[in-house]
T-cell receptor, first 113, second 112 residues
């Protein structure tokens, strides 16, 4: 069965600094998609970034980028120039050929002023 | 554009009561699903639907029913609420497989 693991329950970063959130997954599939979702205190789930497994190039969205290591089954999220508004719970998610998404347990990110 | 709309946002139930969480999407998405979010456990799939008239169980279906009579609506019914169903519930929809899921704003349900 596919699993997604986020081993960092909580992380802190100083404003304007860079932080990396870790995510590993387990799958026997070769074609799949990975996502990072942000959940601020408002509870809304917001897509941050997505990565297709067949693409070798790491996805980037403004200050957010991923380090996708397919062989190691690792999908970390790097947030550059951290802002107070980045404080949230971040979830890593996986899907493969279905509409089902498997989520990690989340990492709570605190941004220190 | 409304996206995925969930109601209510908050609800308190007594043990044994029943209720329906409403979910509607206006994006013509075929795929809809319900998740529950519990501390330290991420989001877990309750039920899902791949189109009108088609539903199936997810990871934690016990105590919940769903139906999909239209593409737009996917209500979740709690048959007899239990304290273990205290959670935050999310409805989600997606257009195709392997595309991003769009989420509603969530419902915080407390069963006392």
């Amino acid at each position: 069965a596919q699993t997604v693991t986020q081993s960092q329950p909580e992380m802190s970063v100083q404003e304007a600094e860079t932080v990396t959130l870790s995510c590993t997954y387990d799958t026997s599939e070769s074609d799949y998609y990975l996502f990072w979702y942000k959940q601020p205190p408002s509870r809304q789930m917001i897509l941050v970034i997505r990565q297709e497994a067949y693409k070798q190039q790491n996805a980037t969205e403004n200050r957010f980028s991923v380090n996708f290591q397919k062989a190691a089954k690792s999908f970390s999220l790097k947030i550059s120039d951290s802002q107070l508004g980045d404080a949230a719970m971040y979830f890593c998610a996986y899907t493969s050929g279905t509409y089902k998404y498997i989520f990690g347990t989340g990492t709570r990110l605190k941004v220190l002023a | 554009n409304a996206g995925v709309t969930q109601t209510p946002k908050f609800q308190v139930l007594k043990t044994g009561q029943s209720m329906t969480l409403q979910c509607a999407q206006d994006m013509n998405h075929e795929y809809m699903s319900w998740y529950r979010q519990d501390p330290g456990m991420g989001l877990r799939l309750i039920h899902y639907s791949v189109g009108a008239g088609i539903t199936d169980q997810g990871e934690v279906p016990n105590g919940y029913n769903v139906s999909r009579s239209t593409t737009e609506d996917f209500p979740l019914r709690l048959l007899s609420a239990a304290p273990s169903q205290t959670s935050v519930y999310f409805c989600a929809s997606s257009y195709l497989v392997n595309t991003e899921a769009f989420f509603g704003q969530g419902t915080r349900l407390t069963v006392v």
